[in-house]
């Protein structure tokens, strides 16, 4: 199968490629700069047109990141990089041949679709929340959905806190707990919806392979509490993790998107697990040892 990747130079576009390689597909990424091919990744040049021909199934990561402080035109970024992209992947396939064109899209959201929770079991039939990173993820998934009307299976990945080496997330809470200012953020007692890397890429290809169709979280099977969380890392790390991070303190750091570092996501990857899927790291401290 001929799989292109949309932000395959990003921490999980590069371990969705690696996976996919291995297991026999043939993989395109997308690029603005030009990149040499090799070990059975090639590269296509992006301009002013997407060149989605003689693909099967064309996966998008894109997405500037929201793990940052945020401003009104933050905010226009992170809405131009999401649901423009997606129009324009949309917009390519659509200029294709009925019979030439990709037969399924994987284009991932987030779990900010649900809102905060609090404890609240969710799964991929719950309904949108509130707030921007809800709207956003609804607006993102809008774009990709307008494919089915050209005959593409659309598969719509909300992802949830992806940990991996050379990942934002897992080296900068490494970094914080081994100096020994881990600790729970707030009062720790929202949900985390965390997921290995590898397991997203596995989850990716399996989507594709299986003709899942519809929202999938690509997400473990055990989100834990935040406090949960930070215990389990401190434990791994060897490390103390009882010093918090106060809530006005998130928010002067971080402004508006302090806030939703509190964000309670009990989130479980029900479709995933309906269809069989088998994750790789299951258990949070099995998988936090593995990155140690």
């Known amino acids: ?77 992170f ?18 041949p009925e019979e030439s064109r990709p037969r399924v899209l994987i284009n991932t959201s987030a779990v900010g679709y649900y809102g905060d929770c609090d404890d609240h079991e969710l799964d991929e039939q719950s309904a949108k929340g509130e707030g921007f990173l809800a709207d956003l993820c609804l607006d993102w998934e809008q774009a990709a959905v307008a494919g089915e009307s050209l005959g593409l299976r659309v598969v719509l990945g909300r992802v949830g806190l992806v ?16 100096l020994g200012a881990g600790g729970p953020l707030g009062n720790g007692k929202q949900w985390m919806p965390w997921v290995e890397v590898r397991d997203v890429a596995a989850q990716t290809l399996f989507c594709i392979e299986q003709e899942i169709s519809g929202p999938v979280n690509f997400v473990g099977p055990n989100p834990v509490k935040n406090s949960a969380f930070t215990k389990a890392l401190g434990r791994v790390l060897q490390r103390p993790a009882f010093i918090p991070a106060p809530e006005f303190a998130l928010k002067m750091m971080f402004g508006e998107f302090g806030k939703h570092l509190l964000d309670s996501y009990r989130v479980y990857p029900k479709a ?21």
């Open 163 to 178: 940990l991996g080496k050379g990942g934002a997330a897992w080296e900068q809470m490494k970094t914080a707990f081994s």
């Open 1 to 77: 199968m001929k799989i292109g990747v949309i932000g395959a130079s990003g921490f999980i576009g590069k371990a969705f490629c690696e996976h996919a390689i291995e297991k026999g597909h043939e993989v395109v990424g997308f690029s603005r700069s030009a990149k040499a091919s090799s070990g059975g990744l090639t590269w296509r040049h992006i301009g002013d047109e997407l060149d989605v021909s003689g693909l099967d199934a064309i996966v998008n990561y894109a997405g500037e990141s929201v793990a940052q402080r945020w401003s009104e035109k933050k905010k226009v970024l």
């Open 272 to 292: 995933l697990e309906q269809a069989g899927y088998e994750f790789i790291y299951p258990d949070l401290e099995a998988c936090l040892k593995a990155l140690k």
């Open 79 to 96: 809405r131009t990089s999401r649901v423009n992209v997606t129009e324009a992947i949309v917009t390519a396939v659509a200029k294709l």
